[in-house]
């Protein structure tokens, strides 16, 4: 995440205590930021509150996520999952959005500017029709830009959304009414030091959202640059996010990714919020002009305006992608698919019966069958440390790395190792939790 420029935003990553509901965005920075426990003593992973499953792809098809994409593409199964959603709940406007987050997304400087109309955004054709539009439906207290969301709290981490018997999340989505969410957290999860009860959290955000007609945009977050040890989790969360928004159908802003061009990354000062243009007018979140555009915030709001366009126009039935296929299909049921490379991402649906039949493997035991079955292949040219990290929706998953048909090693959920030069097969086997389908995905890092 990032601090607001030079304004004393405290934006606490640990998590605060709320701050007071009646603030307005540019004032909500001044919460403690000492209660870290109060974010961190968590309570276990709610249901998605109704939520239907996601489509499922035919059999034996994964899902891949492009890494190479700052915008995640929107094919013609993305345009369908919205086209339901609409369908599901008509009285939902195209024109709001909900704010969802942390301090990132609670700030001023993230979207407020926009009610203003600054002329530089005229420069982004996208982004200016998606702005002309959403303004078009910007009455109080429904403003999207300018509302202090229930559900955008400094400090917050993922589970507090759906906390207690009326949750935030779904107050603020009866309030504005909105067809689209914009999620981002992470950064404040990092301090639970929960990696895969982040990603179930996400979910339930997700699903309770799309169970109620509205679809998610999600963020991955900003790099950290103030504690070591933080930094080197990043890459794992932002990897969460994908995975979820990969297999549930929400849409993606690789924040991270974009953030990478800037100066410093996009960091202010304290090296967890992104900065901000500070021009003649002084803090100015919405100058979306060259200058402007080498700063975090500004950035953001451009990605964001982008994102929303982009939804509105798949929302009306418009195909804007191709689905990437990047994967060579393997020759037999139950063989591997060949991957051209580290890293990638896949997601695979998990049905009764088996997706396809568990291969045998040099690593003895029997797991038995599993409910589904991926097998994944690629080859390296150097020696690299690789992290494997597999998350389940409703699945429990089980890794097995081999090497020439040797096995190197098993595991659950999460894999690193030091990688010599050769081909690698990775065989993932997933079980059921109940009786719904769910998903099962990989990230190679």
């Known amino acids: 995440m990032r601090l607001l420029g030079a304004l004393a935003w405290a934006l606490c990553v640990g998590g605060c205590a709320r701050p007071e509901a009646g603030l307005p965005p540019s004032a909500r ?51 369908a999952q919205l086209e339901a959603l609409a369908q599901r709940s008509p009285e939902r406007d195209a024109r709001r959005f909900a704010r969802v987050g942390d301090s990132i997304s609670a700030s001023g400087d993230s979207l407020s500017c926009l009610a203003r109309r600054p002329p530089s955004v ?11 539009a959403l303004l078009s439906g910007a009455a109080p207290p429904q403003d999207p830009f300018t509302r202090v969301s229930q559900c955008a ?16 999340l779904l107050r603020e989505l009866d309030a504005t009414r909105a067809r689209f969410a914009l999620v981002q957290y992470g950064t404040n999860d990092m301090e639970i030091r929960a990696l895969h009860q982040f990603a179930g959290h996400l979910w339930n955000i997700v699903e309770a959202a799309q169970a109620r007609g509205v679809h998610p945009i999600l ?6 640059a103030d ?11 932002n990897a969460a996010i994908a995975s979820v928004a990969l297999a549930s159908g929400a849409q993606l802003i690789d924040y991270h990714l974009a953030l990478q061009a800037l100066p410093r990354r996009g960091l202010a000062r304290d ?3 992104p900065n901000t243009y500070r021009g003649p007018r002084g803090n100015d979140g919405c100058e979306l002009g060259p200058e402007g555009l080498r700063h975090g915030y500004n950035l953001r709001n451009l990605l964001s305006l982008e994102a929303l366009g982009r939804a509105r126009r798949a929302l ?53 069958s599993p409910a589904g ?57 997933a079980r059921r939790s109940g009786d719904q389908d769910g998903w099962l995905t990989l990230a190679a890092l």
């Open 227 to 237: 504690r070591l040890d933080r930094a080197r989790e990043v890459p794992s969360y």
């Open 373 to 429: 079955s991926l097998s994944l292949r690629w080859t390296l040219e150097t020696a690299r440390d690789v992290q494997l990290l597999s998350f389940g929706r409703r699945v429990s998953a089980s890794l097995t790395l081999l090497r020439d048909g040797v096995c190197l090693a098993v595991a659950q959920r999460a894999l690193t190792r030091r990688l010599a030069p050769g081909q690698y097969t990775l065989l993932l086997d």
């Open 219 to 224: 963020y991955t977050i900003p790099d950290r």
């Open 153 to 168: 709290v400094v400090g917050w981490s993922a589970w507090q959304a759906l906390d207690g018997a009326r949750p935030p």
């Open 316 to 368: 009306a039935g418009e195909p804007l992608d191709d689905a990437p296929t990047p994967l060579v299909e393997a020759s037999a049921p139950g063989g591997p698919w060949t991957a051209p490379g580290l890293p990638f991402l896949v997601a695979l649906p998990v049905t009764a019966p088996a997706t396809a039949p568990a291969p045998r493997t040099s690593c003895a035991e029997d797991r038995g």
């Open 122 to 132: 005229a420069l982004h054709p996208e982004a200016h029709r998606a702005l002309e």
């Open 29 to 79: 920075g001044a919460a403690s930021t000492s209660a870290l426990a109060a974010s961190t003593a968590r309570p276990p992973i709610r249901a998605g509150l109704d939520a239907p499953p996601a489509p499922t792809p035919a059999p034996h098809q994964p899902r891949w996520h492009d890494l190479t994409r700052v915008h995640s593409p929107l094919a013609r199964a993305q345009v």
């Open 271 to 273: 090296g967890i919020h």
